[in-house]
């Protein structure tokens, strides 16, 4: 079977699947071709897919948006448990390399309130 069959039998098989397993299909393939995102996962059934930091709800955008008003990565590691310090440095990056993803998200959260 030729590339471009394989790839049309799999978008049509796909095409089929619900939420829950397109997402499985979706971190499958993130984990096969690696991700630049160090320590940053999106997950279309988590926080509707904003990038979140490793496996938690905790977004991206709400990091850089809370460092934006001046709160500090000690009160946000004090007010975020689960979080350590390369989780913020890793946000950081992320937000830095993912500019107006993040940019958008914190417009939408500001419209939101």
Same mark, same amino acid.
């Given at each position: 079977?030729?590339?471009?069959?394989?790839?049309?039998?799999?978008?049509?098989? @796909? $095409?089929?699947?619900? *939420?829950?397993? #397109?997402?499985? @299909?979706?971190?499958?393939?993130?984990?096969?071709? $690696?991700?630049?995102?160090?320590? @940053?996962? #999106?997950?279309?059934?988590?926080? $509707?897919?904003?990038?979140?930091?490793?496996?938690? *709800?905790?977004?991206?955008?709400?990091?850089?948006? /809370?460092?934006?008003?001046?709160?500090?990565?000690?009160?946000?590691?004090?007010?975020?448990?689960?979080?350590? /310090?390369?989780?913020?440095?890793?946000?950081?990056?992320?937000? *830095?390399?993912?500019?107006?993803? @993040? =940019?958008?998200?914190?417009?939408?959260? =500001?419209?939101? /309130?």
């Amino acid at each position: 079977m030729g590339s471009m069959d394989a790839l049309t039998k799999a978008e049509s098989i @796909i $095409g089929g699947l619900s *939420r829950r397993d #397109k997402s499985r @299909i979706y971190r499958m393939l993130e984990k096969e071709l $690696g991700s630049n995102n160090k320590g @940053i996962s #999106k997950d279309p059934l988590v926080m $509707g897919g904003a990038a979140c930091i490793r496996d938690t *709800r905790i977004p991206v955008w709400m990091l850089v948006q /809370a460092k934006d008003f001046g709160v500090s990565e000690a009160e946000l590691l004090r007010n975020y448990p689960a979080l350590s /310090a390369t989780d913020l440095t890793n946000a950081w990056n992320y937000a *830095r390399a993912h500019r107006k993803e @993040i =940019e958008k998200a914190v417009l939408a959260n =500001e419209a939101d /309130a």
